[in-house]
């Protein structure tokens, strides 16, 4: 801090500065000069940001004999309301599609014709249709603001200028305006009536100061922040009191990227589970919308759920949330609630229908669904029609209060402060009452989301000596070293960003910097002055490359010297490990053989996946390893395929021959189809009663019993034959692996060979019962295990236009459409049916085998086709292992 300063405001000088930061920074500066001077005691710095002081000064007349006179002072969320409402009334053929966000920018536009007194002039100069309109709103905002006696932000400044030659409004004998890069004239206006009430008002800056200036030029962006993160470490480690500045245009655009490099350069193990550090050594000035923190998110859940109706991704975030009721006591048992919710819901659900599902799957998770039934039972009482805000903001309190939030572990620092923003947050919404009458649940929802985006937030840690700041926000702070990155030429200086409801000719006469490139220029010529001349130290940089252009130095930073920065190698927590690591080779092909006599759960699908892939085998039915399920819309094919099975299994379990299929008459036939199609819908609407029910039901079952019929047709073609099993279970032992089978069917014809059938809804071909590792092994495997004297197998295609048998047989004559061997075009298969079989069983036992050995080889048959729609590519690391086997082979 200046010497000259630090002694004018011992003398009682008060300060105003243009930002919040920059205020702190110099009460930080003062308090440490303080203590310096071995000093036990002082007075607090009447330090302040201009709009903190325009307040206090607002505030003295309020609380004085001017009370009546002054106008009540909107907040924020207030006037976005009002402006709002203003341009809905205005919007009567609805044209515009974001009235939130145009009532933003409205907002900003006549914050920024009031700052720099644009309003005397606004008619002055050409409107286009953006122009016309936004006068027209402010006209109307100026109007209902004046008549219910209201000022905002945007006019505070004035309405303060004129109070301060009252006698009871308290002002400072001398004020210093510091730190400003431009006073703009509502300011000056402010400035000139302190002067004329008595105030000594001067301005002043930092000192400038010289040192170390060079560029550096980094690979790209993830680079320059890896390199600034090492830079500042390395400065902090050198002396544990400098005051250290990164600077970074774009900051909101790159934030995730510095918390996450400078956390990982700072603090290698930050983000291994269980750690948690006190506070890291940097600060990131620009904070998270309120809307972003796990905590509030949970809040707006809990809120969308009592709404009408929720997707289930984020209805299943809440359930696994622990900010609820008996979050840590049933941790476990929601987490595998949620799992198996996935496989009955739909993709949107509502409250009443979450409650029916979680009633259905008996998950030992008593806490969650009396919170859950409590806050249905508070929805219907006090969640309905219109109310004024301030009777939705109680309401939303106590919907919260009914489901345990926040929870029943306790809250860190970071989630308590926020606890308290989001109070704050439904406070402030609650005194929407003054702009907004009354409104419905849905739209009192969407303005407290639409706040929460709106509210930045960051909670309060204690001081560090790194500050990572945005462009303006640098400006007047003192650093001893100082880097700035970003200043390539395609974003240094920034382009212009008009307001698109203030004429841009307006802008640029006015002498707004963001109004033309000119000013931007300015600007940022002026900033980067300030940059090297406010700390010993200072590094500019800029990145190479971003995506596949070419970068290259800002003109405004070319005269600084271009160099090579030594900067240490920190080593990452992952570096570390591998450094310490002791490593053993090995076959990871070979998991532990299958007890003797273990029972193996899945089916024939054992065998099928083993064939495609053995790895896939091994995590799915060894490891029990699963993908979460996506609820889908409708019935998806599994679930049509089952719906046609029933279906058919239950028509042939009444008719059990052929010659009963031929003597059914039309009416009784159709009466047999529309039953079996009755019991299969309701079977399967015990787990889908949303989407089986009502007239969609009855549109399955009418679809199910077309299908069915006109797959009788096509049996009605075959010679005489009987039905001797249906939906079979049967215990199948290959190899030593005992299997349990279903066998949709097993036909027997009169002259008594028999056929096994597998109903196929989708598409199939005898190829894929083929080969060492066939795609359906289904078919074989019923006929090696359960029936080896069968004559044929056959897939049933039950297809609607293409009803046909596909399979293979002994004799020609025994089923239509079926394949004899030898066969030409199958070339995998055998000369004969008996050679077939033989193969088969060969065949089918090695897969056993393999599978009861342990054979865990990462091997699909066909990549990337066999690792599609597979669930445990995460764990296997194809993808990973095909980079590297690549690499070798470039190498």
């Known amino acids: 801090m200046r010497p000259d300063l630090a002694q004018r405001i011992e003398a009682g000088c008060a300060v105003v500065t243009p930002n919040r930061r920059l205020a702190a920074h110099l009460r930080h500066e003062y308090d440490a000069r303080q203590i310096r001077a071995g000093k036990p005691a002082w007075l607090t710095a009447d330090i302040l940001p201009f709009s903190a002081f325009v307040e206090h000064a607002y505030s003295d007349a309020l609380y004085s004999g001017h009370a009546a006179g002054l106008p009540l002072l909107l907040a924020p969320a207030q006037e976005q309301s009002l402006w709002e409402s203003i341009i809905r009334d205005f919007d009567a053929e609805r044209t515009l599609l974001a009235i939130p966000e145009a009532a933003a920018l409205a907002r900003e536009a006549w914050q920024l014709a009031h700052a720099w007194g644009l309003m005397p002039r606004l008619g002055k100069f050409p409107l286009n249709e953006d122009g016309k309109a936004f006068q027209q709103w402010a006209q109307r905002y100026e109007s209902i ?65 010289s040192g170390e200036r060079l560029r550096v030029a980094c690979a790209d962006s993830a680079e320059e922040i890896r390199r600034g993160a090492a830079w500042a470490r390395a400065r902090l480690e050198t002396s544990a009191g400098a005051r250290i500045g990164v600077v970074v245009p774009e900051l909101a655009k790159h934030r995730k990227a510095i918390q996450r490099i400078f956390s990982a350069v700072m603090e290698p193990d930050y983000a291994l589970p269980g750690i948690r550090h006190a506070a890291f050594p940097f600060n990131i000035s620009l904070g998270e919308a309120l809307s972003a923190y796990p905590l509030v998110s949970a809040a707006f859940l809990v809120l969308e759920l009592a709404g009408r109706e929720i997707d289930f991704e984020r209805a299943s975030r809440l359930i696994r949330s622990p900010f609820l009721a008996g979050a840590e006591t049933e941790l476990s048992r929601r987490a595998r609630l949620d799992a198996r919710l996935r496989k009955r819901a739909e993709p949107v659900v509502t409250l009443d229908r979450l409650l029916t599902l979680i009633a259905q799957d008996d998950a030992g998770c008593a806490i969650l669904v009396e919170r859950l039934a409590a806050l249905a039972g508070f929805r219907k009482a006090r969640l309905f029609g219109g109310q004024p805000p301030s009777a939705w903001a109680r309401g939303i309190s106590d919907a919260l209060a009914v489901v345990g939030f926040p929870g029943e572990r306790g809250l860190d620092s970071a989630e308590y402060q926020t606890l308290g923003k989001w109070h704050e947050l439904v406070a402030d919404f609650a005194a929407l009452d003054r ?78 910097p963001q109004g033309s490139a000119a000013g931007s220029l300015e600007l940022a010529r002026r900033l980067t002055g300030e940059w090297l ?54 076959a990871d092909g070979r998991a532990p053989p299958l007890a003797a006599g273990a029972a193996v759960d899945g089916g024939t699908a054992v065998i099928k996946d083993h064939a495609a892939c053995p790895f896939r085998a091994f995590a799915l039915y060894r490891l029990d390893a699963r993908g979460l399920d ?142 060492d590792r066939p795609d359906e092994p289904q078919l074989p495997l019923y006929l090696v295990g359960a029936e080896p004297d069968a004559a044929a197998v056959a897939f049933a295609l039950v297809r609607a236009g293409d009803m046909k048998f596909a399979g293979l047989s002994r004799d020609a004559d025994v089923l239509q459409d079926l394949r004899t061997l030898p066969d030409g075009k199958l070339k995998q298969a055998e000369p004969s049916w008996g050679q077939q079989i033989q193969a088969w069983r060969v065949g089918l036992a090695s897969i056993a085998a393999g599978f009861s050995a342990g054979d865990a080889r990462v091997d699909p048959k066909r990549f990337p086709d066999t ?25």
């Open 867 to 891: 690792c599609r729609y597979c669930d445990v590519k995460p764990f296997c690391r194809i993808y990973e292992r095909l980079e590297n086997t690549l690499e070798e082979d470039a190498e």
């Open 533 to 586: 001349s406010c700390a010993g130290e200072v590094v500019l940089s800029y990145p190479l490359h971003e995506d596949d252009r070419v970068l290259k130095p800002s003109p405004l930073i070319s005269a600084v010297n271009e160099e090579a920065l030594l900067l240490p190698e920190y080593a990452s927590y992952r570096g570390a490990v591998h450094d310490l690591r002791k490593l053993e080779s090995g």
């Open 145 to 209: 603001t004046r008549r219910e006696r209201h000022t905002d932000g945007a006019r505070l400044a004035d309405v303060a200028a004129a109070l301060l030659a009252k006698m009871e409004i308290r002002k400072p004998k001398s004020l210093v305006h510091y730190g400003f890069d431009l006073v703009m004239p509502q300011q000056a206006a402010f400035f000139k009536a302190l002067t004329a009430a008595g105030c000594d008002v001067s301005g002043a800056g930092p000192q400038p100061r």
């Open 435 to 512: 702009v907004l009458p009354r409104t419905g649940y849905g739209d009192a929802v969407s303005r407290l989301r639409r706040m929460a985006v709106d509210t930045l937030f960051q909670p309060e840690t204690p001081a560090v000596p790194i500050q990572i700041l945005g462009e303006l926000e640098a400006t007047g702070m003192e650093f001893d070293h100082l880097w700035v990155m970003g200043l390539a030429d395609e974003t240094w200086p920034p382009g212009p960003r008009p307001n698109p409801f203030l004429p841009v000719e307006l802008l640029r006469d006015a002498g707004l």
């Open 630 to 771: 996506e609820p889908h819309a409708g019935l998806n094919a599994m679930e049509r395929g089952t719906l046609v099975h029933r279906v058919l299994a239950q028509v042939w379990a009444h008719l059990k021959t052929k010659s009963a299929l031929d003597g059914t008459g039309e009416a009784e036939l159709g009466a047999l189809l529309w039953r079996a199609a009755e019991e299969a819908v309701a079977r399967t609407w015990r787990d889908r009663p949303t989407v089986l029910s009502g007239r969609f039901a009855e549109i399955e079952k009418r679809r199910l019993v077309r299908l069915a019929r006109a797959w009788l047709e096509l049996e009605k073609q075959r010679g005489g034959f009987t039905v001797l099993a249906t939906e079979d279970r049967r215990r199948l032992e290959i190899d030593g692996l005992a299997l349990t089978a279903r066998l949709d069917r097993v036909d027997e014809t009169d002259d008594g060979r028999r056929i096994v059938i597998d109903y196929k809804t989708g598409n199939a071909s005898p190829g894929a019962m083929l080969g």
